[in-house]
Each structure stands twice: as C-alpha cells, then as structure tokens.
C-alpha cells in the first residue's frame, strides 16, 4: 500500500463488510472484550476506548487478538494498523516518533471509529493504542475477513 488510495480501497473494502455484518461482529467482539477486561459487557461501547477508561493493557490487547484469531479463522498482524499506514512512507511516517501529516490522514482512513480531534498533530507512535476502541478491533476482525473473502 504505497499511497493513500490504497487505503482508501482497504477502507471501502472493509466498510464494504461492516455493511452487512457490522452488528453480528460487534456484539460477539464487545462481548470478548469485556471477558478479556473483566468489565460489565455494557460499559463496552463503540466509542469507548480500551486502555484510557477501561483500563486495558498491552497482554490485554495480545488476549484479545487471540481470541479474534481463533474465534474468526484470521490472523491479525501484529501493529497492523500502524504498518499499513506506514507502507509506502518509509521515514516520512514520523520524526523521532511523531507521526507525520500523512501518516495521521492514514490514520483517519483506516481508524474512522476515532474522533479527528484525536488523531491531531503531535500525536506519537505510541500513543496510538490508546485510540483503540471494541469498533477498531470490529474493524480490525472485518479487513481480515474480507482480504478472505476476497482471496477465494
């Protein structure tokens, strides 16, 4: 994926999916989720963020990812938002760590789940996880389903 069009056609692709199995993906994820984090299933909405108001952590996130993995017959790179969005941009993505202007609209594009106002300027590599919501790993579980799809 060398330019943003590239993600541009992943996200279609995705929200291609979502059109029809945005629900069913949802609730089973939302309900791992909150298995995984030990919290009420309610307290898990779209919009939620993981590691900021429930409290997730990284094994939090390795657990998840598992049980999307075996749940729905996928593999789920690690960081693989991050390493889509920084195909094609080699250095260009960020400069001792924070993200680049075009690495932060590839950020848009491929987590659309996540206000603007927090994909900004100065937001750094790391911090990244903390945007993290049930809706990305929904969005996560549908690329990796519809590259199958796809596939066949």
Not at 12 to 38: P, S
Not at 51 to 74: K, P
Not at 100 to 111: D, H, P, V
Not at 120 to 133: A, C, E, K, N, S
Request: proline residues 4%; hydrophobic residues 45%.
């Amino acid at each position: 994926m060398s330019d943003s069009s590239e993600i541009r056609r992943l996200r279609d692709q995705i929200d291609g999916l979502l059109a029809t199995r945005h629900n069913e993906l949802f609730e089973r994820i939302r309900v791992m989720v909150a298995e995984v984090l030990a919290v009420d299933a309610s307290k898990v909405t779209a919009a939620t963020p993981l590691i900021g108001e429930l409290g997730a952590e990284s094994i939090d996130f390795l657990d998840l990812v598992f049980r999307l993995e075996t749940e729905y017959s996928v593999k789920i790179p690690r960081d693989g938002l991050l390493a889509t969005a920084r195909e094609g941009l080699g250095a260009a993505f960020d400069d001792k760590g924070v993200l680049s202007s075009e690495a932060l609209e590839r950020l848009r594009l491929l987590m659309p789940e996540v206000p603007a106002d927090c994909i900004v300027p100065g937001l750094r590599t790391h911090q990244v996880p903390g945007l993290f919501t049930a809706e990305t790993f929904v969005r996560l579980v549908a690329w990796r389903l519809s590259e199958q799809a796809t596939a066949v």
